[in-house]
């Protein structure tokens, strides 16, 4: 029995505790509401006006503030916005703040006001995009949590001298131009779909993204320094122009599928890609202090275009370059021979033009070979050079049999007087190729040399000298 009665008084304490959370959850319900209508716009002219959200846990719809808002305004209530807050031309809002907005399912857009220049979020830490742009007055923002998910990022024309508070870990699209002041951009991003541009912003930024492994295309321009040790990939392109860096190093990074280009840039003496195996183009123009250049890895391009005072390139492994290659230092002994051969050997497939010293390969008697010989004509010229070795071999076996059938007694004699006995047509003339052409064969082909080895020994089994083999003056003598 007591033991029912303590069950019954059990179920009795948790209804009423069941009760108590559900009274508990009326009340907060009753002063926090969910506002707004999904889809429309809240136009707010005042922040007295904007006291009116101050019972609402979210709010459905964007919200925008009327260009005759002025001072500060204050958008305490709601944790959520599930659309725009839209803040434009308002040009006398001196402060935005709220204490409350963790997450706006949508666009912040910040456009064209002179006097603000506080902008107070301190749990905001979700926002589709963020778009500010003119605001000259703002040098810092106060997103104490951080942003960390926010797809795009554009930021111009603000005096912003930091993005403490951005703290985006992966971005689709991060545009930060013209902000004068912006001195350091420090993110942590791991990752930037479509890619990060920093342009025309103060003539020192630093731009430090250790975090950044892929993006789509980085562009720096005015930029005094740049850090991203751990960039490997970009499914765009690396645009480095008119810039005052020094130095530029991206040794982890090892395919840009687009281009690489590196213009422009006054003061850069450095340069250091030991990462890269492919490029879609590589353009490097116009940095007058830039004198070397080593791209250790590099197996496929589909453009090279290097200018300037450039004195040494490597490029040790490459394996294709399939448009044009051209280089074109102001050193006129740039030695272009390893290029030269890339291009003898179809690495380069297509328009070559290297200035600078050209080294023949085999220089020699006789008119040179053409430097651009390909690899299918080599292949034909050795064929038909064993081909004639063989003709040759046979020949002159058959010339030994004959002689030997002729003057068995007299086997002993050659090589030292049989000049007069020869018959000179035993090896048909014809078969032998002309002596200049000859000459430059031999020296190219290690099978045209051994030819040669070959019918000096046979000739040294005939009679002295006999068929000019050698040269065109014995020939002409025995045929003449
Ligand atoms: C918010 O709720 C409180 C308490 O329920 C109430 O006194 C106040 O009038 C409400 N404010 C607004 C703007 O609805
Ligand atoms: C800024 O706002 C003012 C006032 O609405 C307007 O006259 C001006 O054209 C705007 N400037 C820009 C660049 O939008
Ligand atoms: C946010 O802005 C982008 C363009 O910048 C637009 O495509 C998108 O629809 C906007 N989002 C909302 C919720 O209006
Ligand atoms: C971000 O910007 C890119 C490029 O402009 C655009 O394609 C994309 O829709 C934008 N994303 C959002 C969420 O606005
Ligand atoms: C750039 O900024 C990073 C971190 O913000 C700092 O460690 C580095 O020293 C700065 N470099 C220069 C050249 O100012
Ligand atoms: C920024 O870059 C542009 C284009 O390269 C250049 O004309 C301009 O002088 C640079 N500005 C500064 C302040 O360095
Ligand atoms: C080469 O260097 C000199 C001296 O620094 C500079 O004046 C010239 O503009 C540079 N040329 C190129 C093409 O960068
Ligand atoms: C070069 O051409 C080949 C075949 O057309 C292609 O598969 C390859 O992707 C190209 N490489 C570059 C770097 O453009
Ligand atoms: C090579 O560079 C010089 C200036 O440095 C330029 O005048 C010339 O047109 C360039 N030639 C080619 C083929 O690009
Ligand atoms: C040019 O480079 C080739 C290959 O590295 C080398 O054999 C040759 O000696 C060099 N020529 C000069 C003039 O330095």
Redesign the pocket.
Known sequence: MSFLRKATEMSISRAHNALLVAFLCFTSLSSQQACGSPGSTTTINSNAAATSLANCSSFAGSIAIGETASGDVYLNGPSEIVGNLVVENVLALTSLNSDTLERLDG?FSLQNMTLLSTLSFPLLTTV??INFHALPNIAGFTFTAGLSSV??VTISNTFLSSLAGINLLNA??VQISNNPHLLNADLPLETSK?GIEFTSNGISLNVTLPQLTTAGSITLNNVSFAFFPSLSFLSGSLSVQGNSITALTADSLSVVTQDVILTENADLKEVSFQGLLSAGSIDIEENPLLTTLNFGKLARAGDVNIGGNITVIEMPVLTSVNNTFILNSTDPEFNCSIFDTDHANSIIKGTYSCQGTHQVSTPGPGPSPQPGLSAAAKGGIAAGCVVLAILLVIGARFFIKRRGWKRQEAATAFGTDGKAEMEHHEIPRNELPAGGGRHELSEQHGVVEMVARDARVIAHELPSEPLGIDGGGPAREVSG
């Open positions: 666009n589709v995009s797809s795009n689709d699209l479509q």
